[in-house]
């Protein structure tokens, strides 16, 4: 299946590149997930793919289709913008009808009716059936994001582009949301690219993921690959908490201030490695002969399912995140540890 492929994508604004030598390949029905700092070139990108803003260099191609310079309403590509993307005046069933481009067309044999048919499918399709009549205004701001994406959807296009949808929305709506859209999209086959600079709903949404870092893809991978390891420090810190700690590497382990601990892959020399929050242990120490250097609890958070234990010693402070706390308290003697290898970066 294919579907959306950009090949060494390049755009400026003048003479400012702000997207580099981008390659990327979106299969129909997976959702890939481009997570970068502001100003990071992300939605340059997604308007080059939707025919918005034009490549300076490379190509896109659409169900392997170039349209690099087919215009945006012919290339089968439908955009979600950020919020504020319905028109106010017109309601909902008309929005989405804007989106099947119907504008300024005479209606001829049973096309009405099959326009009307295919937009109450798409209301259904997004959970919101009753709608149509309603002015966007008279909607949640949620309900406006699913009528969007009905919009982006109606003409049945093999690409979606959905540039930051749920920023405006709270916590709450915006997990529910991205479930369902996320089903939604792979029910209907598109190929999905989502901008965002959410950390949690890339991580959660993905099927893969692509960390943007000043215009160029620093690295893709599934979610997991790139939350635990990290092409570098950079994409590492972008992708999650991160405790870097300087290290010296011996082959498949290195010597760090929490202890010796294992490569992902061998390593040799000075440099740094990268562990998460959720990698460390932290156990009670002995009281009796508490062995040197040994760590002491700084404090502790209950939080549920992931408590918090900060802990410091040997020059270094950080938080480790537990199931349990074990009944530690501030001031106690800890041993710490390190779960699970860990990447290796060399250099000073
Ligand atoms: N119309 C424009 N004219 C000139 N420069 C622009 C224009 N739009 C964006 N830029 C610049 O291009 C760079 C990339 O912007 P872009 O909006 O693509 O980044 P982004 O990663 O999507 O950021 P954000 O997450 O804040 O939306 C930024 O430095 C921005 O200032």
């Known amino acids: 299946m294919t579907g959306l492929t950009i090949e060494n994508v390049s755009a400026r604004y003048g003479a400012a590149e702000v997207v580099t030598d981008v390659t990327l390949d979106v299969p129909r029905g997976d959702l890939?997930?481009?997570?970068?700092?502001?100003?990071?070139?992300?939605?340059?990108?997604?308007?080059?793919a939707a025919g918005l803003h034009p490549a300076a260099s490379g190509r896109v191609s659409v169900d392997d289709v170039i349209v690099t310079d087919v215009p945006p309403e012919r290339r089968g590509v439908g955009l979600v913008p950020q919020e504020g993307a319905l028109f106010p005046h017109l309601n909902v069933a008309r929005n989405i009808g804007y989106g099947l481009g119907r504008a300024n067309r005479p209606w001829r044999g049973g096309a009405r009716e099959e326009h009307r048919r295919r937009v109450e499918e798409l209301l259904d399709l997004v959970g919101l059936p009753r709608v149509g009549d309603r002015k966007p205004s008279a909607l949640s701001g949620g309900q406006q994001q699913r009528i969007a994406l009905a919009r982006a959807l109606a003409p049945r296009p093999s690409v979606?582009?959905?540039?930051?949808?749920?920023?405006?929305?709270?916590?709450?709506?915006?997990?529910?949301?991205?479930?369902?859209?996320?089903?939604?999209?792979?029910?209907?086959?598109?190929?999905?690219?989502?901008?965002?600079?959410?950390?949690?709903?890339?991580?959660?949404?993905?099927?893969?993921?692509?960390?943007?870092?000043?215009?160029?893809?620093?690295?893709?991978?599934?979610?997991?690959?790139?939350?635990?390891?990290?092409?570098?420090?950079?994409?590492?810190?972008?992708?999650?908490?991160?405790?870097?700690?300087?290290?010296?590497?011996?082959?498949?382990?290195?010597?760090?201030?929490?202890?010796?601990?294992?490569?992902?892959s061998p390593g040799h020399g000075v440099g740094r490695v990268l562990l998460r929050p959720e990698q460390i242990e932290v156990g009670a120490a002995p009281t009796k002969c508490p062995a040197a250097g040994s760590f002491t609890v700084r404090d502790t958070a209950f939080g549920g399912a992931h408590s918090e234990v900060r802990v410091e010693g040997m020059g270094i402070a950080v938080r480790a995140l537990c199931t349990t706390l074990h009944g530690l308290q501030a001031g106690d003697p800890v041993t710490v540890s390190v779960r699970r290898p860990v990447p290796f970066y060399p250099g000073g």
């Open 32 to 48: 890939l997930a481009v997570l970068g700092p502001s100003g990071g070139g992300k939605t340059t990108l997604l308007r080059v």
């Open 160 to 264: 979606v582009l959905l540039d930051e949808p749920f920023s405006a929305l709270d916590a709450g709506l915006r997990a529910s949301l991205r479930a369902d859209v996320r089903t939604l999209l792979r029910e209907q086959s598109v190929a999905a690219v989502l901008v965002t600079h959410d950390q949690t709903e890339a991580l959660a949404m993905a099927d893969r993921l692509a960390v943007m870092l000043d215009g160029r893809i620093a690295q893709v991978g599934s979610p997991e690959e790139v939350y635990g390891r990290p092409a570098s420090v950079a994409v590492g810190e972008f992708v999650g908490e991160a405790i870097v700690l300087e290290a010296e590497a011996f082959g498949d382990c290195a010597q760090t201030p929490l202890g010796k601990v294992q490569l992902v």
